[in-house]
Antibody, heavy 123, light 107 residues
Framework: QVQLQQSGPGLVEPSQTLSLTCAISGDSVSSNSAAWNWIRQSPSRGLEWLGRAYYRSEWFYDYAESVKGRITFNSDTSKNHFSLQLNSVTPADTAVYYC?????????????WGQGTLVTVSS | DIQVTQSPSSLAASVGDNVTISCRASRSLSSYLNWYQQTPGEAPKLLIY???TLHTGVPSRFSGRGSGIDFTLTISGLQPEDFATYYC?????????FGQGTKLEIK
């Protein structure tokens, strides 16, 4: 059974970088059938897909236009985790952030979710 | 981006009722429409994927149908644990997008 465990700070100052990690158990970050997604949820924006990363002999990334240029995904096969970095945050980036397992192409329904991390952007 | 519009935004029903939630897309999704259930303080849970396929472990009182731009989620014989918020999500195109949610409350 796949489980995702999120970690990272719950408070980030404006203009700084939000960093979260999602540790995978029961699967591999370099799985040939999985895609690793980040999704956030806020009262004002609802559920918002931020992007996904997947490995098919090389890494592929899809990012939402709303955060493109500020967002980076990374993976660490030795620790079997993947991470999100969101730069130059503003209060509008305050949300609950989730990692989720999906797949590539149109098969990207989210079968497993992390527990969620409330990130508040405030000084 | 593909917009997905859910209706209604809230719904009051009683245990044992049958309820239907709709999701309409701004363009054709073929069958790439998925449904989730979320309770307060928890992450969403996958109920149905590809319009009509029940995810493992989901009770058979949940069903989905539709293709193209119109989709429905039906719960037949509401149980107390079904009172939650439901979301649709399209995976046809990136960015994947979600409906705004339907809150199902006890009448």
């Amino acid at each position: 059974q796949v489980q995702l465990q999120q970690s990272g700070p719950g408070l980030v100052e404006p203009s700084q970088t939000l960093s979260l990690t999602c540790a995978i158990s029961g699967d591999s970050v370099s799985s040939n059938s999985a895609a690793w997604n980040w999704i956030r949820q806020s009262p004002s924006r609802g559920l918002e897909w931020l992007g996904r990363a997947y490995y098919r002999s090389e890494w592929f990334y899809d990012y939402a236009e709303s955060v493109k240029g500020r967002i980076t995904f990374n993976s660490d096969t030795s620790k079997n985790h993947f991470s999100l970095q969101l730069n130059s945050v503003t209060p509008a980036d305050t949300a609950v952030y989730y990692c989720a397992k999906g797949r590539e192409k149109r098969y990207n329904w989210f079968v497993t979710w992390g527990q969620g991390t409330l990130v508040t952007v405030s000084s | 981006d593909i917009q997905v519009t859910q209706s209604p935004s809230s719904l009051a029903a009683s245990v044992g009722d049958n309820v239907t939630i709709s999701c309409r897309a701004s363009r054709s999704l073929s069958s790439y429409l998925n449904w989730y259930q979320q309770t307060p303080g928890e992450a969403p849970k996958l109920l149905i994927y590809a319009s009509a396929t029940l995810h493992t472990g989901v009770p058979s009182r949940f069903s989905g149908r539709g293709s193209g731009i119109d989709f429905t989620l039906t719960i037949s014989g509401l149980q107390p644990e079904d009172f939650a918020t439901y979301y649709c999500q399209q995976s046809h195109s990136t960015p994947n997008t979600f409906g705004q949610g339907t809150k199902l409350e006890i009448k």
